[in-house]
């Protein structure tokens, strides 16, 4: 079954030996698998296409209307979706991700009414987290984002600890030191999700197409 908010919360929460939440509020089990979610993202991100209206002449566009964009891989301008060119008018850029703006460095400067075809990578989604609906990460890999999650909880639970300076230190060290334990264990395992997306790159996997020109956007 494909995880939720509620279930991976339920298997970090085991993790954490933790399920009455004595010690881990559900906000802070949620931070911790938003934090997972975005490094798992960072490794094995989820791949999509979006169009932007351009509402004036330019060559910075705002992107900020991508949610949860990573990078962006390709953009097509102008585009048109009822007749794609062929072949499309793919343009230079550069990607400002603190600003969230491209600049087109193009012979092209985009007009007023152009659309532009954004080719970009995203944070992968899980249902019921930050209003997503829908949970985009592979199912062998939920796994791997609770034990990031129950590592995340962990130390930051460590560092408030020691700011208690009436507790025991060594309860501190000791959380610490299995928080590390299991973000370890999920940074392995994101070296392994690595190695399997080089492998099915190398192994040119062909993706959906959303036209006939999209087939190799993503090799």
């Not at 990078?71 to 850029?93: G, K």
């Not at 600003?99 to 899980?126: A, H």
């Not at 000791?174 to 190398?202: H, N």
Request: proline share 3%; charged share 25%; hydrophobic share 35%.
């Amino acid at each position: 079954m494909t995880a939720t908010l509620a279930t991976l919360r339920d298997r970090v929460e085991l993790i954490l030996a933790d399920t009455g939440n004595a010690i881990w509020s559900t906000d802070d089990i949620d931070e911790a698998i938003r934090q997972a979610l975005h490094e798992y993202s960072k490794t094995r991100p989820l791949r999509a296409v979006s169009t932007i209206s351009i509402s004036a002449d330019g060559r910075e566009i705002d992107v900020s209307s991508l949610t949860g964009l990573l990078s962006v891989r390709e953009i097509w301008c102008d585009y048109t979706s009822s007749d794609p060119e062929d072949p499309p008018n793919r343009r230079a850029f550069m990607f400002w991700p603190d600003q969230s703006k491209l600049y087109v460095n193009d012979d092209y400067e985009p007009q007023s009414g152009d659309t532009m075809r954004v080719f970009y990578t995203k944070i992968q989604t899980l249902n019921g987290l930050d209003s997503a609906t829908a949970t985009t990460v592979f199912l062998d890999d939920e796994s791997l984002i609770a034990v990031g999650a129950a590592g995340y909880a962990a130390t930051s639970r460590a560092v408030d600890l020691a700011e208690q300076v009436t507790l025991d230190r060594l309860t501190a060290q000791q959380v610490r030191a299995w928080g590390l334990s299991k973000m370890q264990e999920f940074r392995s395992g994101l070296k392994k999700v690595a190695e399997r997306q080089s492998l099915e790159t190398q192994g040119n996997v062909e993706l959906p197409d959303l036209d006939r020109y999209a087939r190799n956007v993503w090799s």
